[in-house]
């Protein structure tokens, strides 16, 4: 009797695992459609909502051509449930034309929406261009901003070149066709060229954050050396307007009609937010990547990003050679 007691016990046992295994396997399982069918049913391919809210943009690091931002971008401008923008930047700058076209993209989002810049860490060069967008600047008292100014380098391999014994053939249509070159020594007159494309882009720098902060032009000119400045120092020159952080940038919008009060919603990339992408949301990769892409990004992670900034660069303290040891 004990006997057959006890397997009525051990069957009653195995019963609720059992029960417990299937109720489990089917919430999963329900859990896994549900997400895919959001994943596949959201064509933005960005995080918003219905309710109406304060979007929040994250540009960080090198700045280069980025056409997921400018979509996303985009789409709150179009989003009406957006009752203002902040936009968070924390970058060093980057390439010349990436910041054009992001601060192109901001100012479209400003003539519909108010928008504010939240200065984090770092403000520079492009990453200033594109915060001078925005119709006000919020940083912190120690954060870092400035750097008005642009930079082409190039190297010069002729040393090592002469050291392995190789030379360079070539024949060309001109003088200054494909100059300057790191396999020849670089002449007075492709110094010149460069030089007058520096400055005309320069120029346009210039002229941008005359504009946008209202400024004196020979004011700006003053400030536009490569220096950089403190959130204390920006402000007593006019570089943002007020000190603080995301605090401030909320009140500042409530000055412009948004309600304080609203949430804020950070607009992330789909991968960043979707359940697929936790096993690669680290280096960011989605899998339809080709293997430059994929380089590219994991380089991205090891600080190696500037590698590919091709053409003028607008950049605090771009990477330099390592040193002999």
């Known amino acids: 009797m004990a006997s057959r007691a006890d397997d009525l016990i051990d069957r009653r046992r195995l019963r609720r695992k059992l029960s417990f295994w299937r109720i489990a396997t089917i919430v999963i399982l329900a859990a896994v459609v549900f997400a895919g069918v959001r994943f596949l049913a959201d064509d933005s391919g960005f995080t918003s909502g219905p309710i109406d809210q304060i979007a929040k943009v994250k540009i960080e690091g090198t700045i ?17 449930s957006v009752k203002g923008v902040i936009v968070n930047i924390d ?30 860490t770092l403000a520079a060069s492009a990453g200033y261009m594109i915060a001078s967008a925005s119709d006000h600047i919020v940083a ?22 002469d050291k392995l014994g190789i030379k360079l053939e070539e024949v060309k249509s001109s003088p200054l066709k494909a100059e300057p ?16 494309m520096i400055l005309d882009s320069y120029d346009w720098f210039v002229d941008l ?16 050396d490569g220096s950089i400045f403190t959130g204390r120092q920006a402000l007593a020159n006019k570089l943002i307007d007020e000190l603080g952080g995301e605090r401030e940038a ?10 304080a009060d609203l949430r804020v919603v950070e607009w992330k990339k789909k991968e960043e937010s979707s359940w697929f992408s936790l096993l690669s949301s680290r280096a960011g990769l989605t899998g ?21 900034l091709d053409g003028m660069v607008s950049l605090w303290h771009p990477a330099q050679p390592s040193p002999d040891r």
């Open 64 to 80: 280069t051509e980025d056409d997921e931002l400018l979509e996303r971008l985009d789409a709150i401008r179009t989003t009406a």
């Open 91 to 120: 970058s060093p700058g980057g390439t010349t034309a990436g910041g054009e076209a992001i601060y192109e993209e901001i100012r479209r989002l400003a003539a519909e929406k108010p928008v504010v810049t939240q200065v984090g």
């Open 140 to 161: 912190r008292q120690s954060s870092i901003v400035g750097s008005i100014g642009v930079l082409v380098q190039f190297p010069d391999v002729t040393g090592l070149m």
């Open 181 to 196: 070159s790191p396999f020849n020594p670089t002449t007075d007159e492709e110094r010149a060229m460069i030089r007058r």
């Open 209 to 224: 954050v005359t504009e946008r902060r209202g400024m004196p032009r020979n004011e700006v000119l003053r400030l536009a």
């Open 250 to 259: 909320i009140a500042w919008l409530g000055t412009k009609g948004v309600d």
């Open 288 to 308: 339809h990547e080709s293997l430059s892409d994929t380089v590219r990004v994991l380089l991205g992670e090891i600080g190696g990003e500037h590698l590919f």
